[in-house]
């Protein structure tokens, strides 16, 4: 059983006995893990209270090669998620990246980029960054780097160019926007604002390696998009997202 090393952003911790806990990573190496942390729960455990959610942490786990869980050894605290001491808007956010992490990544299948986007992100968050914008960001990255990212130019029935109109169909089953000919009999179709395609597709684009969102914004948009990428994830995911719920914030 190989002994492995990365950094790790804590996910989701789940009580497994009286002292121990079972942890779900996104580590820069190795992708989402879950491991059992043994003795986590005491109040002088061996891994001095670095286990906590969004926690940015260097941590030591011993790989099994079966469909055990992987035995986490060490975690050494690099830091810690503190929004909750400024803004609940912030807190949220953060749960809402830790969730979206976990739902929409698999075990062992590693992304470095999209982890360096969600330190990115939680930096932000963590920080003085706009929450929505962040979000935003991150959300359209991660669509992007795991190949679920809609189409905004194009039909996703046909292929053709999408003409101007007041507002553009948008297929949350077909994944894009649609032409005249291709709305007809689809369900669950949302019409969008030109303007708001354009913001989506900027947040979209993969132009730079900066891991910087490319605006802050509009205040008349938020409500739209939040409303439109909710809905997206929804469908992708097959249920809603439990943070949801307490997004609604970042529409105002």
């Known amino acids: 059983m190989a002994t492995e090393k990365s950094l790790a952003m804590i996910l989701r911790v789940v009580d497994f006995s009286e002292s121990s806990c079972v942890v779900t990573m996104m580590t ?3 992708g989402k893990i879950s491991a059992l942390a043994k003795g986590a729960r005491r109040p002088k455990g061996p891994f001095e209270s670095a286990i906590d959610l969004l926690a940015l942490c260097r941590v030591v786990f011993i790989h099994k090669p079966s469909d055990a869980l992987d035995l986490l050894t060490e975690a050494k605290l690099e830091r810690r998620f503190r929004a909750a001491s400024r803004d609940l808007t912030r807190l949220y956010a953060g749960f809402y990246l830790a969730e979206l992490l976990n739902e929409l990544t698999d075990e062992a299948d590693p992304h470095p980029e999209l982890f360096d986007a969600a330190v990115r992100c939680w930096t932000a968050l963590n920080g003085e960054g706009d929450v929505g914008t962040n979000v935003l960001w991150f959300e359209m990255t991660a669509l992007r780097h795991l190949g679920h990212l809609p189409l905004w130019d194009v039909c996703a029935g046909c292929g053709q160019s999408i003409t101007l109109a007041p507002r553009i169909p948008f297929g949350v089953l077909a994944g894009g926007v649609l032409c005249p000919q291709c709305r007809v009999g689809q369900r669950q179709v949302v019409g969008v604002r030109p303007e708001i395609l354009q913001l989506l597709r900027t947040f979209s ?12 914004l509009p205040a008349d948009g938020r409500g739209e998009l939040r409303g439109l990428v909710n809905q997206f994830f929804a ?18």
């Not at 992708?236 to 439990?242: E, P, S, V």
């Open 28 to 30: 820069r190496d190795f």
């Open 235 to 252: 469908n992708l995911l097959g249920r809603r997202l439990r943070m949801h719920q307490y997004l609604g914030v970042l529409a105002s």
């Open 205 to 216: 684009r993969d132009e730079t390696n900066e891991f910087e969102p490319p605006m802050t």
